[in-house]
């Protein structure tokens, strides 16, 4: 059994289901895109002519070649969607946010773990190229204790867009549930959990309905009184981007600019190629690597050497291949439900400090 093709059911053909989803679960050996829930239109048969349309939920959860649903819908359907598939049997991947509250979150978890099933958050940020490469300066202590770590991920969108679902007022919509689910979730990944939370969570934008902003600040205790502070930012109103990371460190820092290229390359027709192919997919040109600042010897800390960083090379792939073999029990899941609902408890964390006006001790 540990061989077998595992039937993909993708609900929505928006951006999410084009550009971060149909490829890449398409390019994972053991994978099959069966059935796309696409109401109305044709574009997913043209894309994946192999994959049958269909019009209703029902008609894809009675397919029983269809093992695994992936939810990429409006933030605000994403739970009950998912909890009709689990229900049906099926595992479900779940685009961000997991879901709207961390009481929903742990309802899902609870529904997929008395089932057998899987509910995975997509946080497909873990195989950005740029994140993999901080996460290897972290290991490595190439900037010797880290004090200070920016995540930055800003827009540049001054006046809001009328009749989509992104801008309208809900509190399942906005940029915290929208990019903080990437942000917080890597902080996480590479920190755990933070001891206290403190953020800023506001409308920027003139005749912005949504949470079109935030600033929020992770505090990690260490040793003698000498922490880390991990900040996650973002702004609609970016015209001049900040660094996509900055971090500050004891022997110097880092600074890396610009998006990973996988969801550009998808955007402008690349085709992703199948995983376990000699086609490499996807090295960042080296304009875009990131800049290393150190100090070799801390008592002549003029004296500094600057060196370019390569961009490892980022893999959205690896998420599908990992939810492939967690269902064929081959290999431990990589984001597992209390993922999903650790971030949202602190996204709502964030919330309620910045209504609050103060800081947060993190209690999950």
Not at 16 to 31: D, M, S
Not at 174 to 201: E, K, N, R, Y
Request: charged letters at 25%; a negative charge; one cysteine or more.
């Amino acid at each position: 059994m540990a061989d077998r093709e595992i039937g993909v059911g993708l609900i929505g053909f928006g951006l999410g289901g084009r550009v971060f989803h149909a490829p890449f679960a398409n390019a994972v050996n053991g994978l099959r895109l069966t059935a796309v829930l696409q109401r109305q239109g044709e574009e997913s048969a043209r894309a994946y002519p192999a994959a049958q349309i269909v019009r209703t939920l029902d008609d894809m959860l009675a397919n029983k070649a269809i093992e695994l649903v992936v939810v990429t819908t409006p933030n605000a359907t994403h739970v009950e969607l998912a909890k009709q598939a689990l229900e049906a049997g099926k595992h479900v991947v779940i685009d961000k946010p997991f879901a709207t509250t961390s009481e929903e979150a742990l309802g899902l978890s609870q529904l997929a773990s008395s089932k057998g099933l899987l509910a995975v958050p997509f946080h497909n940020r873990r195989w950005d190229g740029d994140f993999l490469t901080v996460k290897k300066l972290i290991v490595e202590q190439a900037l010797g204790r880290l004090v200070s770590f920016e995540s930055h991920f800003d827009r540049f969108r001054p006046i809001p867009r009328g009749g989509v679902w992104q801008e309208a007022e809900n509190p399942a919509n906005g940029m915290l549930f929208d990019l903080g689910p990437h942000l917080v979730d890597q902080a996480l990944a590479l920190f755990g959990l933070p001891d206290t939370i403190v953020a800023s969570v506001r409308s920027d934008r003139d005749g912005s309905e949504i949470e079109d902003a935030f600033d929020i600040t992770l505090s990690y205790p260490g040793a003698n009184g000498k922490g880390l502070l991990v900040h996650c930012r973002t702004s609609y109103l970016a015209c001049d981007n900040s660094p996509r990371f900055l971090l500050h460190g004891t022997r110097g820092s880092f600074r890396k600019h610009g998006l990973d290229p996988q969801e550009t390359a998808v955007v402008g027709g690349a085709t992703v190629p199948k995983l376990g192919s000699p086609d490499v997919w996807l090295q960042e040109d080296e304009p875009a690597w990131g800049t290393l600042t150190v100090a070799p010897n801390p008592a002549a800390p003029a004296r500094l050497v600057e060196s370019r960083v390569k961009t490892e090379i980022g893999d959205y792939r690896g998420f599908y291949a990992n939810v492939r073999d967690a269902i064929l029990g081959t290999a431990p899941l990589a984001l597992t439900a209390e993922d999903g609902y650790r971030v949202i408890r602190l996204l709502e964390l964030a919330r309620q400090s910045s209504a609050e006006g103060r800081r947060l001790k993190v209690e999950l």
